[in-house]
């Protein structure tokens, strides 16, 4: 008896690429990049080997090195030169993303997308104003309804710095709605929203909280990040985002929740759009650095794993290194 269905004739070299079913683009991806109000050059970001915070007037030159690797999206994160218990240097019309903005849409071409969140800019490191007494007693969290004027002047601060699309990304029941609102009134109705819509509580943000300085200084963030156990509520996340005006839905990590990713792709009609965060990032480099994995091949096929999943874009770390090795 030999076989008569042989898959195995699809697979030579020539005909491989013609029957692929998912591929993998420089404009898939954006590439993340850290603005440091508090730095005078440079500084190497040790848990993610490759990327650096940079200066404020750096910032476009930072932005040039990712068009040259042939991506042209970046997601700006800020460090501020001050942290307060109301984050109000994430609203500033002079703060480091504001002005990193305002230069990079004067002097370059890519399409400019900000991350609306205010863990980087609060001195206790949480996303949101949280109630009095947080500090010492762990059933006390973040105020969701007071949090959301602040992100949506936050979200306005940075279209009028020039940002083309904003990406709140705190968990604040409603933020969607309270964004668009507020953009609307100020004049960018044009302005989409990439909602991280589907957020876990996620132990794979470890690096992005050195890089970003935005570790929570007391509790963690379960109170209004998802439980990584839950697979139905994320639909209902994401249903109230779309509901609420979300341009593009994220789901973020991405490897771990590629189930997640498949569901938001078949429940919605929107774009989805994965976050390859830092830890997945650091895992990859750090078992390549030991010679256990091949970082370009791991991250490529990380990278259309996300793809196949239905993810249409993809945030990731290895976003030019992995344009310039396609
Ligand atoms: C801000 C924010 C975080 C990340 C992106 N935006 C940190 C967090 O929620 O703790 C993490 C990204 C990464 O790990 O690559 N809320």
Redesign the pocket.
């Known amino acids: 008896m030999f076989p008569t269905d042989r898959p195995r004739r699809l697979r030579t070299d020539g005909v491989r690429p013609l029957v692929a079913e998912t591929s993998l683009s420089a404009s898939d991806l954006i590439a ?1 990049v850290f603005v440091d109000a508090t730095a005078d050059e440079r500084v190497a970001i040790e848990s993610m080997p490759g990327h650096e915070r940079v200066p404020v007037d750096e910032a476009v030159a930072r932005v040039e090195e990712v068009l040259a690797a042939g991506v042209e999206a970046v997601m700006v ?1 800020g460090i501020p030169e001050a942290k307060d218990a109301v984050g109000s240097r994430a609203y500033a019309a002079d703060g480091v993303v504001q002005r990193a903005v305002r230069d990079i849409s004067a002097e370059t071409d890519a399409y400019v997308i900000t ?1 609306v ?1 205010m ?2 800019y609060t001195d206790h490191g949480h ?1 949101g104003v949280v109630e009095d007494g947080a500090e010492t007693d762990p059933t006390l969290t973040v105020k969701n309804d007071e949090t959301l004027d602040l992100l949506a002047e936050t979200a306005v601060s940075h279209a009028e710095a020039g940002a083309d699309m904003v990406a709140p ?2 968990m604040t029941d409603g933020m969607v709605g309270a964004i668009r609102a507020g953009l609307d009134d100020a004049g960018f109705a044009e302005v989409p929203i990439m909602s ?1 819509a589907v ?1 876990y509580e ?1 132990s ?6 050195d890089a ?1 300085d ?2 929570p200084a007391f509790g963690d ?1 379960r109170h209004y ?1 998802m439980d990584p156990a839950n697979r139905r509520e994320a639909m209902r996340e994401a249903r109230a985002d779309a509901e609420q005006g979300a341009d593009v839905l994220m789901v ?2 991405g490897l771990p929740y590629l189930d997640v990713v498949r569901d938001v792709r078949e429940g919605f009609d929107r774009p989805v759009a994965a ?1 390859n ?5 650091a895992m990859l480099h750090a078992a390549a650095d030991r010679g256990w994995l091949d970082l370009e091949a791991t991250a490529h096929e990380s990278l259309l794993s996300l793809k196949r999943a239905g993810a249409d874009l993809i ?1 990731t ?1 290895f976003a030019e290194d992995v344009a310039e090795s396609l």
């Open positions: 993340p994160f991350d969140c863990c980087e996303c990304s705190s991280y957020k996620s794979f943000y470890g690096p992005f909280r970003a935005g570790a963030r990040q973020k990590p976050y965060v830092s830890g997945e990032y945030l770390y």
